[in-house]
């Protein structure tokens, strides 16, 4: 194994806290990345890694030197970068994550449409609705809903992801459709249990008048094809991004209900694990999301958000 090679699984090992994880990365058996981290504390006579049953940690004298191999594997892909950039495709791997419904409604079409631009990008898409770490994982780039924590990671605004209240035509035929916030209480609501309020709804009116009203229903559930399924059954009014009521609001088997009260549209964003040295294949794949997301994108269907 070459010393570059050696210093990049070194870095990896300490940053996920786990040998196994660090090699799966690279298609490496753990044995390989066991022995090469050997090699490196012999040739450099200290050790570097304490190795016990709940993971790995770096000694003092290998956080140091984990140090000095992040900065060195950083100068290394920023000088690929520069070239793949002289040459004017973006390269290598882009490793994304975002959530289930964002990521399969919206990110799939626009990254096969970026792929298709430019075939020597391989791109590693990874969808989950919890907390990622982008360090730990070794995540390129995330997209992220709603307002940002302060951190030491950097972003870029991409646009905006609106919601819209929504029924069916056979539920509002035997419930008579809310004319103000306030006779939402005589509704069985679906519950989105992850954001915008939970099982309180926040409205605001024409006038800039403000409502929040509690509800509550036969469904709660934290994914939102769960929450769109059961407004297809006829089973309540609920709260969806704009893009995922799209298609139901489009073929008729949802109508959009108090529509002169808007709700709360969330920020989306592109998160990536440092504000400095950015690579390119990420600033190349942010200005294009920047482009695709860019005005009213949740109207239109997914073969059509891409960009030439």
């Known amino acids: 194994m070459d010393s570059l090679l050696s210093l990049q699984l070194f870095a ?25 981290v050997a090699r490196i504390e012999e040739r450099l006579g200290a050790r570097l890694l304490h190795r016990s049953t709940r993971g790995v940690t770096p000694t003092e004298i290998g956080a140091l030197f984990y140090e000095k191999c992040k900065a060195i594997v ?16 973006p390269g ?19 990254a ?15 969808f989950e609705d919890r907390y990622v770490n982008l360090v730990e994982q070794g995540v390129d780039l995330a ?8 951190s030491s990671l950097g972003a870029r605004y991409l646009g905006a992801n609106p919601w819209v209240m929504v029924a069916s035509p056979n539920y509002l035929r035997r419930h008579a459709a809310p004319r103000t916030p306030a006779e939402l209480a005589l509704h069985d609501c679906l519950v989105y249990s992850s954001v915008q309020g939970d099982d309180r709804w926040n409205l605001t009116g024409p006038e800039g008048d403000k ?22 059954a006829d089973m309540g009014l609920a709260i969806l991004p704009c893009y995922v009521a799209r298609e139901s609001l489009a073929d008729g088997s949802a109508v959009a209900v108090l529509t002169d009260w808007a709700l709360p549209a969330q920020e989306v964003h592109a998160v990536f694990p440092s504000p400095k040295l950015v690579p390119s294949k990420v600033t190349h794949f942010i200005a294009f999301l920047q482009q695709s997301l860019a005005g009213d994108w949740w109207r239109m269907a997914p073969e059509h958000r891409s960009i030439s």
Do not use: C
């Open 74 to 89: 950083r100068d290394i892909e920023e000088a690929e970068n520069l070239a793949t950039l002289l040459q004017g495709a």
């Open 92 to 110: 290598g791997q882009l490793r994304v994550s975002t959530s289930v419904a964002f990521g399969r409604r919206v990110l799939v079409p626009l």
């Open 143 to 150: 997209l992220r809903m709603g307002r940002l924590a302060d």
């Open 12 to 36: 990896r090992i300490v940053e996920t806290g786990s040998f196994s994880k660090a090699a799966g990365e690279r298609g490496l058996a753990q044995s390989t990345a066991t022995k090469a």
């Open 112 to 126: 096969l449409a970026y792929m298709r631009q430019h075939p020597g990008l391989r791109v590693d898409l990874s």
């Open 211 to 232: 409502a929040s009203v509690p509800v509550g229903g036969p469904l709660r559930s934290n994914n939102l094809s769960a929450v769109l399924a059961a407004v297809r």
